[in-house]
């Protein structure tokens, strides 16, 4: 078989298809059609004997000597990406509940990430886990494991990221091991998952660093039960396309991506990031094509208790604790918010959560870049947010979507920022400082 070709590689046991994708495998230097180890081209070294990634080449220097060209061309990307975002309100689900999938199979130890894909999945997995819950505070995440041919329960679905993050940085117990296997594995996620309420998201996240799966059954029939319960699969490959894993999340609407190197495995995991748009969901009854009915849900706003309150049973640990929250519709004593009470099923959140969670709905509308002063009558010259004047000379070059001037204006409020600001506005606050929207 040529190793450069398309072609498509369909092993008998355990309903294997690989399709080595060649562009992805290429660039690290592997033959995906070949056994890895004795596969590696002559004139290719391994991952470890390869030279060092010098990273610092990537970034140009402009004639002055100076890196300011290369941050500006890094800021103007990000803002072209902003300006493709739909302008338009879509429906988010801010209620997420996340399965976080870990390959732990033995594949899990190549180098051709370094230092391995173990220890790097591990730690962008943590990244991930605390910038997921920065931007989606009402959300849960999970995390389930695939080694030794079974799916692995390694965290409980909770809303504290202190909890996951300790699951994920018990190293010693997350050792790579055996094969993987997917419908195990997605098997035991869609289990912990299946008694979630309708309003809610129920998302899988496979970091996948395998090109072979070992499977009890049909894993179709899995997929079929992930898409009958609204279960949406999103995967990032460590090593190669392979058939299934892109099958499992064009059928439920979820994302897949190879990883070329390690920035573009973490470009690949933080997209992930941001709550999914809506499915249209066909009604029977009510809301027309142009107000779709909105869904009511329940939540409750429980009572703090002080740190000095007498100790008592929580619902969630038996223990007795001091501090805590109590469930306003059953007072049931409660450790964390947000949860669901144990006792009555309420969902329990705090007013800030929910505050944090708004703001994927209504973003911040992009800036436009102010190309030339010449039809503003009284240009202010000064950044409306953090009053730093605004250049003089316009730039001789600039990039696609760049202000010549460093001045990007509201479309609302028709206010001039700074290019700093502006990222600021649109990544930290999300709020305009001039018209408050
Ligand atoms: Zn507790
Ligand atoms: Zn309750
Ligand atoms: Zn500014
Ligand atoms: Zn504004």
């Given at each position: 078989m040529d190793p450069g070709s398309d072609s498509d590689l369909s092993l008998d046991e355990g309903n294997l298809t690989v399709r080595g994708r060649n562009k992805a495998a290429r660039a690290k230097g592997i033959d995906p059609t070949k056994d890895k180890g004795k596969g590696k081209a002559k004139d290719q070294g391994y991952a470890w004997e390869a030279n060092y990634t010098r990273s610092w080449d990537t970034v140009q220097e402009d004639e002055g000597g100076s890196l300011q060209g290369a941050v500006e061309e890094l800021m103007a990307r990000g803002r072209r990406r902003r300006l493709l975002a739909p302008a338009?309100?879509?429906?988010?689900?801010?209620?997420?509940?996340?399965?976080?999938?870990?390959?732990?199979?033995?594949?899990?130890?190549?180098?051709?990430?370094?230092?391995?894909?173990?220890?790097?999945?591990?730690?962008?997995?943590?990244?991930?886990?605390?910038?997921?819950?920065?931007?989606?505070?009402?959300?849960?995440?999970?995390?389930?494991?695939?080694?030794?041919?079974?799916?692995?329960?390694?965290?409980?679905?909770?809303?504290?990221?202190?909890?996951?993050?300790?699951?994920?940085?018990?190293?010693?117990?997350?050792?790579?091991?055996?094969?993987?296997?997917?419908?195990?594995?997605?098997?035991?996620?869609?289990?912990?998952?299946?008694?979630?309420?309708?309003?809610?998201?129920?998302?899988?996240?496979?970091?996948?660093?395998?090109?072979?799966?070992?499977?009890?059954?049909?894993?179709?029939?899995?997929?079929?039960?992930?898409?009958?319960?609204?279960?949406?699969?999103?995967?990032?490959?460590?090593?190669?396309?392979?058939?299934?894993?892109?099958?499992?999340?064009?059928?439920?609407?979820?994302?897949?991506?190879?990883?070329?190197?390690?920035?573009?495995?973490?470009?690949?995991?933080?997209?992930?990031?941001?709550?999914?748009?809506?499915?249209?969901?066909?009604?029977?009854?009510?809301g027309g094509t142009t107000n779709p009915a909105a869904d009511l849900m329940m939540m409750g706003f429980p009572m703090r208790l002080p740190d000095t309150s007498p100790p008592s049973l929580c619902v969630c640990h038996a223990e007795m604790r001091t501090a805590g929250f109590l469930c306003p519709r059953c007072m049931a004593k409660i450790c964390d918010v947000p949860t669901d009470c144990d006792v009555c099923g309420l969902m329990i959140v705090s007013s800030p959560h929910l505050a944090r969670s708004y703001h994927h709905l209504f973003p911040v509308k992009p800036y436009i870049a102010v190309m030339t002063l010449d039809n503003a009558p009284k240009p202010t010259s000064i950044c409306h947010a953090c009053s730093l004047p605004f250049k003089v000379q316009p730039a001789a070059s600039v990039t696609d979507g760049m202000s010549p001037l460093g001045r990007y204006r509201c479309p609302t409020c028709s206010n001039d920022f700074c290019t700093d600001c502006d990222v600021f506005v649109h990544d930290v606050v999300h709020c305009c400082p001039g018209c408050e929207k």
């Open positions: 338009a309100a879509i429906r988010r689900t801010i209620i997420r509940h996340l399965i976080l999938l870990l390959d732990l199979s033995a594949s899990m130890m190549d180098r051709d990430m370094r230092p391995t894909r173990f220890d790097l999945t591990l730690e962008y997995a943590r990244e991930f886990v605390t910038e997921w819950f920065d931007q989606n505070p009402l959300g849960q995440v999970g995390v389930v494991a695939m080694r030794g041919g079974i799916g692995e329960r390694i965290g409980e679905m909770s809303g504290n990221p202190q909890d996951v993050l300790k699951a994920l940085s018990e190293r010693h117990k997350l050792e790579p091991t055996g094969e993987p296997s997917l419908q195990n594995a997605i098997d035991m996620a869609r289990s912990s998952m299946s008694h979630l309420p309708t309003h809610s998201s129920r998302e899988i996240l496979i970091i996948f660093g395998s090109l072979t799966t070992v499977d009890p059954g049909n894993i179709f029939d899995t997929l079929q039960s992930c898409i009958k319960d609204k279960i949406r699969i999103s995967l990032v490959a460590l090593a190669a396309e392979m058939k299934i894993c892109r099958e499992l999340c064009d059928k439920t609407g979820g994302q897949f991506g190879v990883a070329m190197n390690e920035g573009h495995f973490k470009d690949l995991l933080f997209e992930l990031i941001p709550p999914p748009a809506q499915r249209a969901v066909a009604r029977t009854t009510g």
